[in-house]
């Protein structure tokens, strides 16, 4: 489990399979504790922006898929990348506009 702290929003927390797929979005390793410095979030943010992005474009294009072929997809896990990512996307958001780190495990 992951709890995304900082002193400009409210706490983020994430189940850990999802925290480190967003870590790893953002180019960090999974780690029991660590940070995301302000002038790293503009970068952060736009990874994860992009991740959306093409899990979209990928669901789209399955979907595109299996209508040419007469199929019809699953909804999947019902949960998607920009359902999971949007609370520590507006925390980054939040916190480059103020100033303010992110830490996780202090």
Same mark, same amino acid.
């Given at each position: 489990?992951?709890?995304?702290?900082?002193?400009?929003?409210?706490?983020?927390?994430?189940?850990?399979?999802?925290?480190?797929?967003?870590? =790893?979005?953002?180019?960090?390793?999974?780690?029991?504790?660590?940070?995301?410095?302000?002038?790293?979030?503009?970068?952060?943010?736009?990874?994860?922006?992009?991740?959306?992005?093409?899990?979209? !474009?990928? =669901?789209?294009?399955?979907?595109?898929?299996?209508?040419?072929?007469?199929?019809?997809?699953?909804?999947?896990?019902?949960?998607?990348? =920009?359902?999971?990512?949007?609370?520590?996307?507006?925390?980054?958001? =939040?916190?480059?506009? !103020?100033?303010?780190?992110?830490?996780?495990?202090?």
């Amino acid at each position: 489990m992951y709890k995304f702290k900082s002193k400009a929003a409210g706490d983020v927390l994430m189940l850990a399979a999802n925290g480190d797929h967003i870590l =790893r979005v953002i180019g960090k390793e999974p780690a029991p504790k660590g940070i995301v410095e302000v002038a790293d979030m503009p970068a952060a943010i736009a990874a994860i922006e992009r991740a959306v992005l093409a899990e979209e !474009a990928s =669901r789209q294009q399955a979907v595109d898929a299996a209508a040419a072929e007469g199929r019809r997809v699953s909804a999947g896990d019902g949960v998607s990348l =920009r359902q999971r990512a949007w609370p520590l996307l507006e925390m980054f958001k =939040r916190c480059h506009a !103020a100033d303010a780190v992110v830490v996780w495990g202090v």
